[in-house]
């Protein structure tokens, strides 16, 4: 979908990619300063791009400016306080952004996503920024959104396809750094333990080993564990684990091919009352009483 939306003589074009996921393309073609306005909350990460041309970032009410000059890209997040486009553009330029929220960020990088909370408390004071220079391969993606000749029933597709590999062309690193991780979070050396520890915890969730035991496994100290797991992760490992095993179950159940005590021995509880009582604090109903609101 895609709404056009007038600033002065100038025009910005919005596309939505997915929910929680959209574009913003600004093109003042005129030879006046363009100032751009609109609303984005916390909940969403940042990405500009100055295609060409110049731009600054008004924040504070113009008490405080970011410049975003050509060739140059910015991150913003800010889970604290939303952090609305104040966008000052100058004549002849292009500057193109995505946003995309923190949750459907994380589950590009993770095939975890749907099991994992990603902004527990501890993450919840985080904000980043980070400037950087666009690379000749972004570059062309840019030209690419911005300049195209397509039926109308395919640039939706086309979009889609051209903001995740600015995403990959952003975020791409080394062959030889070969983790699953989140690029935005982390980039530390003790990364594939702490992601070795959690393949572990998954791996034996029904019964998974003590944290000292995790930490001596991967050869890590336990701080440096509890410390990477949650920078990583999100939560500690053994709430981690619970959100797991919970969806985990809640998969189980909803495939029909299990009962509550299979399911509850399956994650790792030896009697149903423990299942049915975890279950009921993750999801605030009875594993019976999800199956029935299924059918």
């Known amino acids: 979908m895609e709404t056009l939306k007038n600033i002065a003589t100038g025009l910005y074009r ?14 003042n073609e005129t030879t006046e300063k363009q100032l751009v306005t609109r609303e984005v909350d916390s909940s ?8 060409k041309g110049n731009s600054v970032f008004q ?16 991150l913003l997040y800010n889970p604290q306080r939303d952090l609305p486009i104040n966008l000052e553009i100058a004549p002849e330029t292009w ?13 590009l990088f993770s095939r975890e996503a749907d099991f994992i909370t990603f902004l527990s408390d501890e993450n919840r004071d985080r904000k980043y920024y980070k400037d950087g220079l666009i690379s000749p391969s972004m570059a062309i993606v840019l030209n690419q959104l911005m300049n195209y000749n397509l039926h109308p029933s395919v640039k939706a597709l086309y979009f889609k396809g051209k903001a995740y590999e600015l995403l990959s062309l952003y975020f791409n690193r080394p062959s030889e750094a070969d983790v699953e ?25 029904a019964e998974p080993p003590s944290l000292q035991e995790l930490a001596d496994e991967i050869n890590l100290s336990l701080n440096k564990l509890k410390e990477g797991f949650k920078q990583i992760y999100g939560d500690s490992v053994y709430s981690f ?20 005590n299979e399911v509850g021995l399956r994650i790792g509880y030896s009697t149903a009352s423990h299942f049915i009582a975890a279950f009921k604090k993750q999801y605030g109903t009875t594993p019976k009483k999800y199956i029935q609101s299924l059918s």
């Open 241 to 260: 684990l619970f959100d797991y095993k919970m969806e985990v179950a809640r998969q189980l159940l909803a495939s029909g091919s299990h009962n509550v």
């Open 14 to 27: 919005e596309t939505t990619i997915e929910e929680g996921f959209f574009i913003l393309k600004f093109n």
């Open 44 to 51: 969403f990460i940042q990405f500009h791009f100055c295609a």
């Open 95 to 107: 500057v193109i952004s995505v946003f995309i929220s923190i949750k459907k960020f994380h589950s």
């Open 181 to 205: 991780q989140c690029p935005f979070l982390v980039d530390e050396d003790n990364v594939a333990k702490i992601k070795r520890a959690k393949d572990i915890v998954i791996a034996r969730m």
């Open 59 to 74: 924040f504070n009410e113009g008490n405080y400016k970011l410049p975003l000059g050509e060739e140059h890209s910015l």
